[in-house]
């Protein structure tokens, strides 16, 4: 599958001159589902350049699954690097350090020299292993009475290692590692079999409290018996993981012998690139899955049983609840609704969101009391849950559907950090907004008054890379501290403060509606689930002949 190569040159594409003022230039490489990008940033956090490489999320070689070549992302660094280069080879020069971040949960299985065996099976992958740890009777019982049996279930047959070992069996024995796509990443770069432990997140045998590979005798070794040695070498957020090669120099342009930074996954470093660095902010991540945020010391659950993740600043955790797919349902509303305004925005040249920001600007807050439940995939908490749209009347129209959905999505996200906040017993005082559907004025500020909470745009569109070049910046002693290196990087474009009006009305649909609504429906979820078999039922753990 071709990548096709886009490129953006920050402040014009003309090349700097002698004297230019940028002394530390970083390089953050962001991997995503989508793109690929390599961004340069100064010691201050300002975008100087960038070069993006598209691709297809994924190729479906049956109903269901969702695997990548792994080349495509080494392509990428490499053409976008170059294409930097070649445009900017002065400031390219000055490059000191390079960090890399990447989509979480995305597997590659590579042999001793590093050479891939098989696609990623990526996060969107649906198929399902068969169960490989049978709990005894008491822990059955014990796993049910705290509402987690069909958790634990789910969570094996999810495991992409548990599927190959089953189906692919000559795969996994010529594995030599098994590593995130950043892992991958580092490795071409470097040579060595090493990645963050901030970017260890998905279905592998980590110890998340302790921060570490987890002992065969816990529950993640049990669920996911991956051998000790198939796994990398996991280091501290700002450690050096090695230097680039000169097998990578030569392929992209970057100097051999630059330092390379362990940084963190791209949800991780996106909250510290919006400079959420303790209990008072919450990142907000209006993406395709859409995530609530925050980074503190202590180690607590938000949902029962669901550990906060290792946060790229040492020692801290990044608690999160997470919205499955969740503004990807603004991609759904223009697929199937907005083909006029598609059309619109073209013939004037503007981009489609802002057209359907004017789709919400024709409605009142609170759309007319019609809502939506935006439970568009089955999670972990909720495996029978679906998406529900309730309180229609004559008066609705495309509009209010719009609206309704950007609300849905406001309120699942308040339910995700309410849940944070009591289990890590603190109160936020502020949100802070990154991912695509940021960029649109309407939405943030539905945000904020669903909220009632400061909300704030980041300067740059490109959180993530922020965050890995923050973290790197400190690894190579730019900035003393993560709080210095984020005071003097981290920008904000805009504060969205809550209209109080607004306030009101949406405090009582939430408390008074939205908040019941999964309760209420729950029994009728079960039933359809029965009668349809839609989503699918996690059999019971059994032995395996």
Same mark, same amino acid.
């Given at each position: 599958m071709s990548a096709s190569l886009l490129s953006t040159a920050l402040h014009g594409s003309k090349k700097p001159e002698r004297g230019w003022p940028v002394k530390d230039v970083i390089l953050s490489i962001d991997c995503g589902t989508q793109s690929l990008r390599s961004l340069l940033f100064s010691s201050a956090g300002e975008l100087l350049d960038k070069a993006q490489s598209q691709y297809e999320p994924y190729f479906s070689a049956r109903p269901g699954w969702a695997e990548q070549d792994p080349e495509i992302f080494w392509r990428g660094v490499c053409e976008t690097c170059r294409t930097i280069k070649e445009r900017n080879p002065a400031l390219f020069e000055r490059i000191v350090g390079v960090g890399v971040t990447s989509q979480r949960d995305s597997m590659v299985n590579v042999d001793a020299d590093g050479a891939p065996l098989r696609p990623v099976i990526t996060w969107l992958d649906q198929r399902k292993a068969q169960s490989v740890y049978v709990p005894g009777r008491l822990m059955r019982l014990a796993f049910r009475a705290v509402g987690m049996y069909e958790a634990i279930s789910k969570g094996q047959t999810d495991g992409k290692c548990n599927w190959i070992r089953q189906y692919q069996s000559e795969i996994w024995e010529r594995t030599h590692k098994y590593l995130q796509v950043s892992g991958f990443l580092n490795y071409r770069l470097t040579g060595e079999f090493k990645d963050s432990i901030a970017s260890q997140i998905g279905h592998i045998p980590f110890d998340y409290k302790r921060m570490q590979w987890a002992s065969k005798r816990e529950l993640t070794s049990k669920l996911f018996p991956i051998e !000790? $040695?198939?796994?990398? &070498?996991?280091?501290?957020?700002?450690?050096?993981?090695?230097?680039? $090669?000169? !097998? =990578?120099?030569?392929?992209?342009?970057? $100097? =051999?012998?630059?330092?390379?930074? =362990?940084?963190? $996954?791209?949800?991780?470093?996106?909250?510290?690139?919006?400079?959420?660095?303790? &209990?008072?902010s919450a990142s907000l991540s209006f993406g395709t899955t859409a995530t609530a945020q925050t980074t503190t010391r202590r180690y607590f659950e938000p949902l029962r049983f669901m550990p906060p993740y290792p946060a790229p600043i040492p020692g801290h955790y990044n608690a999160e609840v997470e919205i499955f797919r969740g503004y990807w349902m603004i991609t759904w509303f223009k697929n199937e609704f907005a083909h006029k305004e598609a059309l619109e925005a073209q013939q004037r040249g503007v981009p489609v969101e802002q057209a359907l920001d004017e789709l919400l600007r024709e409605v009142p807050a609170g759309s007319m009391g019609l809502l939506v439940q935006p439970y568009w995939g089955p999670g972990l908490k909720h495996p029978e849950a679906k998406g529900a749209m309730i309180g229609f009347g004559d008066v609705h129209r495309k509009p209010h559907v719009y609206r309704a959905v950007i609300e849905g999505l406001g309120y699942a996200l308040l339910e995700g950090l309410r849940r944070i906040e009591k289990a890590g017993k603190h109160r936020t005082e502020r949100v802070a907004v990154s991912g695509g559907a940021s960029q649109s004025d309407e939405i943030c500020a539905i945000t904020a008054d669903i909220f009632n909470l400061p909300l704030v745009r980041g300067a740059t569109y490109e959180t993530s890379g922020l965050g890995a070049a923050i973290v790197t910046s400190v690894g190579l002693g730019i900035h003393p501290s993560f709080d210095s290196a984020i005071k003097e990087m981290v920008k904000y474009q805009r504060t969205f403060e809550p209209n109080p009006q607004n306030v009101t009305i949406y405090r009582e649909l939430y408390e008074r509606v939205y908040h019941k609504i999964y309760a209420a429906l729950r029994p009728l979820y079960e039933e359809i689930r029965e009668i349809t078999g839609y989503p699918e039922r996690t059999e019971e753990p059994r032995s395996r002949v």
């Open positions: !000790r $040695s198939k796994l990398p &070498e996991v280091i501290t957020p700002g450690e050096r993981i090695g230097v680039v $090669s000169q !097998r =990578a120099a030569d392929e992209t342009g970057i $100097s =051999a012998g630059t330092p390379v930074i =362990a940084c963190g $996954s791209d949800k991780g470093c996106e909250t510290i690139g919006m400079g959420v660095v303790n &209990e008072k």
